[in-house]
């Protein structure tokens, strides 16, 4: 019997990020996974300003999935008009259609609150999103009043939700409320801050939750 593939996963970076800084900062994670899951990151359709802290040759662009403001966001702000958001969800879909098949999603902060939405609605039977799963790490609900259909009803997605008990960006209340959401979702928290952990404990609980999708076998 032939060994079945890697899971594959479409990775969505936070606010300010871009595909190639999420590709950087989950080198310890993608190693952990080696052989069992493999990571595909998107870029983000919306470029933001720059600022002194970004990359000085430009190439690589701070990028977000919605704004809460003009060119801005906040994940406690409850924005009236949020902007934005449609594009990067035709984004998504057109990276699982372009680029897969995926088997499920990884996102990070603004990514990982995409990635909600996303599960949202797949549950619903929305087509363009064929994912089995979702591991959501530093994620939060939108409070934007328009976007609050998208917690109208338990999301039938399998879901880890991954949170730091010392996130000073996304505190860990916000990522638990939103794991409530979900049906019966897994959190694994960790005591770190706003990063995506690799460390033994949380490796086993990555392998163990993605266990349950193995490919080819069904679902």
Do not use: N
Not at 114 to 124: H, P
Not at 158 to 182: K, M, N, W, Y
């Amino acid at each position: 019997m032939a060994e079945a593939r890697p899971l594959r996963l479409l990775a969505l970076h936070g606010y300010r990020q871009s595909a190639r800084r999420l590709r950087q900062r989950t080198g310890a994670l993608r190693k952990a996974l080696r052989g069992r899951a493999e990571l595909v990151a998107i870029d983000a359709p919306h470029r933001l300003p720059t600022g002194a802290e970004d990359d000085p040759d430009g190439d690589d662009p701070p990028r977000g999935w919605w704004f809460s403001g003009p060119g801005t966001f906040e994940a406690g702000e409850a924005a009236a008009a949020p902007a934005g958001l449609e594009e990067s969800l035709s984004a998504v879909a057109a990276a699982l259609a372009e680029h897969g098949p995926f088997d499920g999603l990884l996102g990070f902060s603004q990514g990982a609150a995409l990635a909600a939405m996303v599960c949202a609605l797949r549950a619903r039977g929305d087509p363009r999103f064929p994912v089995a799963f979702a591991v959501l790490v530093a994620a939060f609900a939108s409070r934007a009043p328009a976007h609050g259909h998208f917690y109208r009803e338990p999301i039938a997605v399998p879901s880890l939700h991954v949170v730091g008990d010392t996130d000073a960006v996304i505190a860990a209340p916000l990522s638990r409320e939103l794991a409530q959401c979900f049906v019966e979702p897994v959190v694994l928290s960790h005591p770190g801050g706003h990063f995506i952990p690799a460390a033994a404990a949380q490796k086993k609980a990555y392998l163990e939750f993605l266990e349950r999708f193995c490919p080819g076998q069904g679902q």
